[in-house]
């Protein structure tokens, strides 16, 4: 039964180079979202899923349409738009530096 060591030995090494890409990508993506500028003042809305974000969000690349500007998180959230909470959309501006 020596080639079935093997077989599970491939598939033991193809399971661990996924799980291995798998960290890489989901690295990248969490560090998107946790170097999103917040200097901008004004937000884009996304009509598709009514949420707004600051212009930096990687959720915004998925926008249909290029979104709606708002030029503030309270003019979003008159026109009902809810807040991203990956971009902190409601959160305070930071002073641009
Ligand atoms: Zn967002």
């Given at each position: 039964?020596?080639?079935n060591k093997f077989r599970i030995l491939g598939i033991?090494?193809?399971?661990?180079?996924?799980?291995?890409?798998?960290?890489a990508y989901s690295t990248s993506v969490e560090e998107d979202f946790n170097?999103?500028?917040?200097?901008?003042?004004y937000r884009m809305g996304?009509?598709?899923?009514?949420q707004y974000h600051r212009p930096?969000?990687?959720?915004?690349?998925?926008?249909?349409g290029g979104?709606?500007?708002?030029e503030s998180a309270t003019?979003?959230?008159?026109e009902g738009y809810a807040a991203c909470?990956?971009?902190?959309?409601?959160?305070?501006?930071e002073p641009a530096k």
């Open positions: 039964m020596k080639g033991a090494i193809i399971v661990a180079i996924l799980a291995v890409a798998y960290q170097n999103i500028s917040r200097t901008e003042t996304d009509h598709y899923t009514g930096g969000c990687p959720k915004l690349k998925q926008t249909y979104g709606k500007r708002f003019a979003a959230e008159l909470k990956r971009c902190d959309a409601a959160g305070p501006d």
